[in-house]
């Protein structure tokens, strides 16, 4: 065997190299309107080109029969603001399949986190606050905002949370709690694949007052003193059987797979089926059900 088929050759997505392509060249799949323009998404990537030039460029696709010509499939905003601008031509990744799905639905976006790297590091090399907040169109409060977010936050909940999208008021939230107590929070948003502020409240507001950073007696609104000691000890009833169902789940759904199998082979067999239809119509009924979940799942 021959080292070309042990190892065949990777089929390339983008031509080897980009093309500057003047803008009249490129057809869109769709049009900006006028809502979208207004948006805010669309005012900070117009303030980073304006800022800092293109970042990502837009991806085409040569159309066929016409070797000058180009099909828009990313950037359609980015596009948009150029054209606004008067620009006559743009840096492109020349794509060599047509479709737009890969980018619109597999690209991942920048976490909270990773975000708040990235901007202490580039104010490490250099660049100010001022010129962030002008290059993501937000004000200067949001930067220092930002800078701050993991001030108080413990390196374990960074490591958990560091590819989540969480916003940016839920770590005001986790700041509210010891570290210990901070780890128990962030596993179970992740579990729960919850992380909205409301529900890092309602964590907080059932976390025992010894495992709060802040000494002082806590206030929920509307809750009595009496109310919010019956809440932290249903809350933590709650979370001890969480976690025990939690370490138990793995072993718990190999058997239900391994029992499922069992089953199914069980009502292949004729001589079982009419044995159980003769005798056992019911667990017959209920063995047909479990198989019919197994197919369907």
Do not use: W
């Not at 190892?7 to 057809?27: G, M």
């Not at 499939?73 to 060599?96: Q, S």
């Amino acid at each position: 065997m021959t080292s070309s088929n042990r190892h065949p050759k990777i089929k390339l997505v983008f031509e080897s190299t980009s093309l500057r392509i003047p803008l009249a060249d490129i057809e869109t799949l769709r049009d900006v309107s006028g809502a979208v323009r207004a948006s805010m998404k669309y005012g900070q990537i117009a303030a980073s080109i304006r800022e800092v030039g293109i970042i990502e460029p837009p991806v085409v696709v040569r159309l066929p029969g016409a070797s000058d010509r180009y099909r828009l499939l990313d950037g359609h905003l980015r596009l948009d603001i150029l054209r606004e601008r008067g620009d006559a031509d743009v840096v492109c990744l020349v794509a060599t399949d047509d479709e737009a799905i890969t980018y619109n639905k597999r690209i991942n976006r920048i976490a909270t986190v990773q975000e708040h790297k990235m901007i202490l590091r580039a104010i490490e090399q250099g660049v100010s606050p001022e010129r962030l907040a002008r290059a993501l169109n937000v004000n200067i409060g949001s930067i220092r905002n930002k800078r701050r977010l993991l001030d108080g936050i413990c390196d374990e909940v960074v490591k958990l949370l560091e590819d989540r999208m969480v916003p940016i008021l839920t770590f005001q939230e986790l700041r509210k709690l010891r570290p210990m107590r901070q780890i128990e929070v962030a596993e179970t948003m992740i579990a729960m694949n919850r992380y909205s502020r409301p529900y890092a409240q309602s964590l907080v507001a059932a976390t025992p007052q010894s495992q709060l950073v802040d000494e002082q007696r806590k206030v929920v609104r509307g809750l009595s003193d009496e109310q919010i000691d019956h809440m932290e000890r249903e809350a933590s009833n709650i979370d001890r059987e969480f976690r025990m169902v939690e370490q138990s789940y793995g072993t718990d759904h190999l058997d239900l797979v391994l029992a499922m199998g069992y089953v199914c082979r069980l009502i292949e067999n004729l001589r079982i089926v009419h044995h159980l239809a003769k005798h056992h119509p019911e667990l017959l009924a209920e063995f047909q059900r479990i198989a019919l979940l197994r197919n369907a799942a």
